[in-house]
């Protein structure tokens, strides 16, 4: 067991510039969760996928966002035009289905400038 | 919107002192999960409570579901500097979908 792997651990960006993060789940999970986590505060759910399906969006991913897992394994969330608003860390979480435990990878944190 | 509220937001204690972390909502959750997360690090999971009025321990730590499952908590016992870290709780639905709502998360400070 690898554990969830995410790239980069760090991005700094200027605003208006477009960025792409990676996310390898734990091999066997078929689900995958991307949240968003500001400092000081728990995480706010994304977007969830069941192998390559995008089941649910929450209202916090504009249009600006896009998430893709083309092959069911690994994922990228893409955000275009950024602003200074989308600094934040990026956490991606696998889980083999079900109300099984979420395991997290150790996040790409986003600074624009 | 289904919120947890986690109090106190901040605590610091003194190594060997006692603290509890209170995690409430207005909903009805089928799970409660406590996560902790250290510093550009990721959650890990701690315990996972389906129960009402499940109580669960590990080591030190003292996990209880609410009997409505509308609540939980986290009991430290003589906490050490190791503790130090921000604890999370996660409510899960019976949707099925395994997406979970946080909490804030309280940060815990626990001073030698």
């Known amino acids: 067991d690898t554990g969830v792997s995410q790239n980069p651990r760090h991005k700094i960006t200027k605003r208006g510039q477009n960025v792409t993060f990676r996310c390898d789940p734990i091999s066997e999970h078929n689900r995958l969760y991307w949240y968003r986590q500001t400092l000081g505060q728990g995480p706010e759910f994304l977007t969830y996928?069941?192998?390559?399906?995008?089941?649910?969006k929450s209202r916090l991913l504009s249009d600006r966002f896009s998430a893709e897992r083309p092959k069911g394994s690994f994922s990228t969330l893409e955000i275009q035009r950024t602003e200074q608003g989308d600094s934040a860390m990026y956490l991606c979480?696998?889980?083999?289905?079900?109300?099984?435990?979420?395991?997290f990878g150790n996040g790409t944190r986003l600074t624009v400038t | 919107t289904q919120l947890l509220e986690q109090s106190p937001q901040f605590l610091s204690i003194q190594e060997g002192e006692n603290l509890t972390v209170y995690c409430n909502s207005s909903?009805?959750?089928?799970?409660l999960q406590w996560y902790r997360q250290e510093p550009g690090e990721g959650p890990v999971l701690l315990v996972t409570v389906v129960t009402g009025g499940e109580v669960k321990k590990l080591k030190r730590l003292t996990f209880q579901f609410g009997d409505a499952r509308k609540d939980s908590s986290l009991h430290i016992t003589a906490a050490q500097t190791g503790d130090t870290g921000l604890y999370l709780c996660?409510?899960?639905?019976?949707?099925?979908?395994?997406?979970?709502?946080f909490g804030q998360g309280t940060t815990l400070q626990v001073k030698p």
């Open positions: 979480a696998s889980s083999p289905g079900g109300n099984s435990p979420l395991h």
């Open positions: 996660a409510g899960g639905h019976e949707s099925n979908t395994g997406k979970l709502i």
């Open positions: 909903s009805v959750f089928s799970s």
């Open positions: 996928f069941q192998n390559e399906a995008q089941l649910e």
